[in-house]
């Protein structure tokens, strides 16, 4: 998909660094000096407009979330919610690559990652590219703390089948997986923008959790 341009996104995001962090390739930072707190930390690796991160946050408000999202043109949307939502304490949005996970945290340093409608590289030749694979796995690991959790959401029913097989090769513990999340809509549920698209049009979602166990 196309990105449409927007040549005022960055000078907009440098006037917002209490709430969108712009972190270059192999720094990391303090996130507990970021929040003032010892709360855990949350990510979704992915964020797009910032629907899901910010629901997250004003939900949980002790939690720390983070959304990192890769591109100006759609983290500048996510900042907008942001400071339409008066800019939660608990929530940063970082402008990195998420490939870059063990640049950006410390080892053990998150509690949990959130990896909602993801690209699903159809191709076998991508398959190295899917967020849930194996190279990924080992990423994630790394920064999440001794039982820290994978939560998956997507509409792809071949890319959910794919992670469901990389995850339990991997030997990750999987649990609430639901192959219609929407059939009993769980209270808690906060759901992305493409999570009401395509719900709107009758499509499953599939979702599961997993737990590392190192």
Known sequence: MRLRNKPWAKDFMAEHPDALIHEDEGTAKDWQKVFGNENPIH????TGKGQFII?????NPDVNYIGIE???NVIVSALEKVIEAEKPANLRLLRANGANLEGLFQAGELDRIYLNFS???PKSRHAKRRLTHESFLARYETVLRKNGE??????????????????????MILQD?????HEEMPE?????EYEEKFSAKGQPIYRLEAMFTN
Request: charged share 20%; no cysteine; net charge negative.
């Open 188 to 192: 808690d549920n906060i759901m992305t």
């Open 43 to 46: 990510v979704e690796v992915g």
């Open 150 to 171: 994978i939560h998956f959401k997507t509409d792809n029913r071949k890319l959910f089948e794919y992670s469901l097989v990389s995850m339990s090769a991997y030997g």
């Open 177 to 181: 997986v639901s192959l219609d999340l």
């Open 70 to 72: 890769h591109f100006d």
């Open 119 to 121: 690209d699903p590289w």
């Open 55 to 59: 629901g997250m946050a004003l939900a």
